[in-house]
């Protein structure tokens, strides 16, 4: 298990407010968590997700919802004012020990704790509440599956999958980390990455496999990269994946990439000479002086000159 998510629906017990939320986060990580209220004049205006939903369809369910109350004159000034409450009781427990707790729960599957700990969350604002909810487990490789599983793209973003220069390669999604991963459109051709396949063949699919980036397309008007990715032993990856997606990476790996690339720049530089090496290293590294200047040749002519009266002079000295 690396993470965890937690779906709550809770009524107060004091005011009969509704509260609907989502938890999610790793062991000693700051977790990401929304909730919204709704009295009981205005529920009836919302269709409130299940929390027996998925976890990444209920949260979108949910983000949707937040900002529809959001902009909701007569409850949304108090939900601005319950998502700071919010924010305020997750740092005052502090964020990435309560992360744990829950955590923890999920991962001993106690149900009696986790709900104490949501209740603790909202009594300063709601009293005692009745709660119910849903928690999942996740580990990298189920969540990249869902994801991959999930994503649908823009319209022509995915006919780059039937290229003829990708025909016979495997399908693959990068391992993902939302928590603490690297952003995926920082990465460098060459730089290491991890996958999964994701073909309909699928037997190894829950094996991440090491691989490097061979190449990397942003697919216009859109917000997806293409990647072609090395595999090894004479395999091709290709996928089509969100550009602000998080993933997780071998930091070591990637460090060594990154220095192996800076030391074959710089090499390739240093061999770089002749006269258009200032257009290529936006420097001249040959320094082209002129040994004599205009004064030396006034000077020159000069002494030339009176050189030339002293031996006419002499000459006419023996001659009388």
Not at 240 to 251: E, F, Y
Request: aromatic letters at 10%.
């Amino acid at each position: 298990m690396d993470f965890y998510a937690v779906k709550y629906m809770a009524t107060s017990l004091l005011t009969g407010e509704t509260y609907l939320g989502y938890i999610f986060g790793k062991k000693k990580q700051e977790p990401n968590f929304n909730g919204i209220l709704i009295n009981k004049a205005r529920i009836q205006n919302y269709k409130l997700p299940s929390i027996q939903k998925p976890y990444l369809d209920f949260k979108s369910d949910m983000d949707m919802l937040v900002y529809k109350i959001l902009n909701d004159v007569k409850i949304g000034g108090a939900n601005r004012q319950f998502s700071a409450y919010l924010f305020s009781t997750f740092k005052k427990y502090g964020m990435d020990i309560l992360s744990t707790k829950i955590f923890l729960a999920v991962q001993d599957g106690d149900p009696f704790v986790l709900k104490a700990i949501v209740q603790d969350i909202l009594f300063d604002w709601a009293g005692e509440t009745e709660v119910k909810l849903v928690a999942e487990k996740f580990n990298y490789e189920d969540l990249t599956w869902i994801q991959a599983a999930t994503e649908k793209g823009e319209d022509g973003a995915y006919t780059y999958l039937s290229r003829d220069d990708v025909k016979n390669a495997v399908d693959v999604f990068p391992i993902i980390d939302p928590m603490d991963g690297y952003p995926l459109s920082k990465l460098d051709v060459g730089d290491p990455i991890l996958v999964l396949v994701t073909t309909e063949n699928k037997n190894d699919s829950k094996n991440a496999l090491e691989g490097s980036v061979i190449s990397k397309e942003i697919v216009p008007t859109t917000d997806y990269l293409f990647l072609k990715i090395d595999l090894g032993n004479g395999k091709i990856g290709k996928t089509v994946v969100l550009r602000n997606m998080k993933i997780a990476v071998d930091s070591y790996k990637l460090e060594a990439s990154r220095k192996k690339r800076d030391r074959i720049l710089e090499d390739e530089k240093e061999k770089v000479i002749g006269d258009i090496v200032n257009e290529l290293t936006g420097e001249s590294k040959i320094k082209y002086t002129s040994k004599v200047n205009s004064s030396d040749i006034i000077i020159v002519l000069a002494f030339s000159a009176v050189g030339i009266l002293l031996i006419v002079l002499v000459g006419i000295l023996f001659l009388t």
